[in-house]
């Protein structure tokens, strides 16, 4: 009798291909509780893994694969695997010394659902979309001409982020909302920090839409890369370049210590002219205690955010704004990204463990 060998997920994927991977190995379907007894388990029922399939969330709720946990992983382990493109809550170099292969899954399908998000969170923070599906339906406002005269003359409160409307008898165009006007992106600056796979996506849709891109990072591309964009980009070194013209900043660069509160109290009020921001980057890019602030002056006119600064918890004055759309970091969150990293995943793991001569999608 062959002894197959174990391997521990901290979920299940629920793909038709888990049950073959299932015939060639022991699967340990296991929940994190905490860091301790996550130790304590690598020293006794877990001490013989040889694989981790860590899902999306992985070890991150404990602290990520580092520090103590590195210090007690198995020593039959050879691969960990996470679904998700991002692996900052791994210490990628200290498995690869330990001889403990670690695999991401850069997924196109994931690009492609974030940049759509953010397409969502575009047309939405220029048309006032919220505040029109808040009131829509409601007893005062179940009459389309009277919901759009309320609205057209109702006011903001900055400070609360909340629409304040008396129903109106009429009706209106409906050109504007709360003193705001309903814009369309056509012609306005998009500036989009990180310009890597998912920003040249977000580029690409923007510019179908009318906006001008402009693109912040490090090192500009060639000139040939920009043409075989097919759009119009405009490059600068840095965001502190943009704030004369900015409309809108989408956050799409990766979490480092050098992007930390990349957007901050003073830049917001170095921007020339109000401003919306979407986050589909890192959470901690943005200083959120500011960014309340610059929605309280009116310095920023709406933020869509998918990621935050001190994730999971979400800042309490950024919920219930109008002003704000929040998203629980599903930005790549389709049926199809998920089911194609689950597959890849397991793909790695036996890639590794039986030796075979195919790709591996390591990152260390």
Same mark, same amino acid.
């Given at each position: 009798?062959?002894?197959?060998?174990?391997?521990?997920?901290? %979920?299940?994927? !629920?793909?038709?291909?888990?049950?073959?991977? %299932?015939?060639?190995? +022991? $699967?340990?379907?296991?929940?994190? /509780?905490?860091?301790? !007894?996550?130790?304590?388990?690598? !020293?006794?029922?877990?001490?013989?893994?040889?694989?981790?399939?860590?899902?999306?969330?992985?070890?991150?709720?404990?602290?990520?694969?580092?520090?103590?946990?590195?210090?007690?992983?198995?020593?039959?382990?050879?691969?960990? /695997?996470? $679904?998700?493109?991002?692996?900052?809550?791994?210490?990628? +170099?200290?498995?690869?010394? *330990?001889?403990?292969?670690?695999?991401?899954?850069?997924?196109?399908?994931?690009?492609?659902?974030?940049?759509?998000?953010?397409?969502?969170?575009?047309?939405?923070?220029?048309?006032?979309?919220?505040?029109?599906?808040?009131?829509?339906?409601?007893?005062?406002f179940n009459h389309t001409?009277?919901?759009?005269?309320?609205?057209? #003359?109702?006011?903001?409160?900055?400070?609360?982020?909340?629409?304040?409307?008396?129903?109106?008898?009429?009706?209106?165009?409906?050109?504007? $909302?709360?003193? &705001? %006007?309903?814009?369309?992106?056509?012609?306005h600056n998009a500036v989009?920090?990180?310009?890597?796979?998912?920003?040249?996506?977000?580029?690409? *849709?923007?510019?179908?839409?009318?906006?001008? =891109?402009?693109?912040?990072?490090? /090192?500009?591309?060639?000139?040939?890369?920009?043409? +075989?964009?097919?759009?119009?980009?405009?490059?600068?070194?840095?965001?502190?370049?943009?704030?004369?013209?900015?409309?809108?900043?989408?956050?799409?660069?990766?979490?480092?210590?050098?992007? &930390? #509160?990349?957007?901050?109290?003073?830049?917001?009020?170095?921007?020339?002219?109000?401003? &919306?921001?979407?986050?589909?980057?890192?959470?901690?890019?943005?200083?959120?205690?500011?960014?309340?602030?610059?929605?309280?002056?009116?310095?920023?006119?709406?933020?869509?955010?998918?990621?935050?600064? *001190? %994730?999971?918890?979400? #800042?309490?004055?950024?919920?219930? &704004?109008?002003?704000?759309?929040?998203?629980? #970091?599903?930005?790549?969150?389709?049926?199809?990204?998920?089911?194609? /990293?689950?597959?890849?995943?397991?793909?790695?793991? +036996?890639? =590794?463990?039986?030796?075979?001569?195919?790709?591996?999608?390591?990152?260390?």
């Amino acid at each position: 009798m062959t002894i197959k060998q174990k391997v521990l997920f901290l %979920e299940r994927p !629920q793909v038709e291909q888990l049950a073959e991977f %299932e015939s060639k190995f +022991e $699967c340990i379907y296991y929940q994190l /509780t905490s860091l301790e !007894q996550t130790i304590a388990d690598f !020293q006794t029922k877990l001490a013989d893994i040889v694989a981790i399939y860590c899902g999306w969330a992985g070890f991150a709720p404990i602290g990520g694969f580092r520090g103590k946990l590195l210090n007690y992983a198995p020593p039959s382990l050879r691969i960990i /695997t996470t $679904c998700s493109i991002g692996y900052d809550v791994f210490d990628a +170099e200290g498995l690869a010394e *330990r001889g403990v292969v670690l695999t991401n899954v850069p997924s196109p399908m994931a690009c492609e659902a974030v940049a759509d998000l953010v397409l969502y969170n575009t047309i939405n923070s220029f048309r006032n979309i919220k505040f029109y599906e808040r009131f829509a339906g409601s007893d005062h406002f179940n009459h389309t001409g009277i919901l759009r005269t309320s609205l057209l #003359h109702g006011k903001f409160d900055q400070e609360s982020g909340t629409p304040l409307v008396e129903p109106l008898f009429g009706s209106s165009y409906g050109y504007a $909302c709360c003193r &705001r %006007e309903n814009l369309s992106p056509r012609g306005h600056n998009a500036v989009i920090v990180g310009f890597g796979n998912i920003g040249e996506l977000i580029g690409a *849709r923007l510019a179908c839409i009318g906006m001008n =891109v402009h693109y912040v990072k490090r /090192t500009k591309l060639s000139e040939a890369r920009e043409k +075989e964009l097919g759009y119009k980009v405009t490059y600068h070194s840095s965001l502190e370049e943009t704030v004369g013209f900015a409309d809108l900043i989408i956050v799409a660069c990766p979490g480092s210590p050098s992007t &930390r #509160h990349l957007i901050n109290g003073e830049l917001i009020e170095k921007m020339e002219k109000p401003f &919306r921001i979407i986050n589909i980057g890192r959470g901690f890019v943005i200083d959120e205690d500011a960014l309340v602030e610059g929605l309280k002056k009116g310095k920023v006119l709406f933020a869509g955010l998918d990621v935050f600064e *001190r %994730e999971p918890t979400i #800042h309490p004055e950024l919920v219930n &704004r109008q002003d704000v759309v929040l998203t629980p #970091h599903i930005g790549s969150g389709i049926a199809e990204n998920y089911k194609y /990293t689950a597959v890849v995943c397991m793909e790695n793991i +036996e890639t =590794v463990m039986f030796g075979y001569q195919k790709p591996l999608t390591r990152v260390n």
